[in-house]
């Protein structure tokens, strides 16, 4: 059984910052990318940045300069530092793994997801 959760959101005026912060556990071998998505009312989940299990990443261009990715292995976990947040910014962020289990083959995990609020 594996398991994410995500923790870190609220509510923020615009501006202002938050970190993410989203940690695996269960019988997990190995974890290949991290990924954070968002989803706003009525649209669709977007990826947010993603960062892979040697440290590369990759941003959607609506966050690149306010947002970081980054990952602790030994942890199991991957952060999301966001500066600089706008109203749109606006969603459910969710964690997404692709992890392989003790014994198993690769698959997606998805966490729970977190509300970030911004107020204008």
């Known amino acids: 059984q594996v398991q994410l959760v995500e923790s870190g959101g609220g509510l923020v005026q615009a501006g202002g910052s938050l970190r993410l912060s989203c940690a695996a556990s269960?019988?997990?071998?190995?974890?290949?990318?991290m990924e954070w998505y968002r989803q706003a009312p009525g649209k669709q989940r977007e990826l947010v940045a993603a960062?892979?299990?040697?440290?590369?990443?990759n941003y959607a261009d609506s966050v690149k300069g306010r947002f970081t990715i980054s990952r602790d292995n030994a942890r199991n976990t991957v952060y999301l530092q966001m500066n600089v947040l706008k109203p749109e910014d606006t969603a459910v962020y969710y964690c997404?793994?692709?992890?392989?289990?003790?014994?198993?083959?690769?698959?997606?995990?998805w966490g729970q997801g977190t509300q970030v609020t911004v107020s204008s």
């Open positions: 269960g019988s997990i071998f190995s974890i290949n990318a």
């Open positions: 960062i892979t299990r040697l440290g590369s990443t």
């Open positions: 997404n793994a692709l992890l392989r289990v003790s014994g198993g083959s690769l698959s997606n995990y």
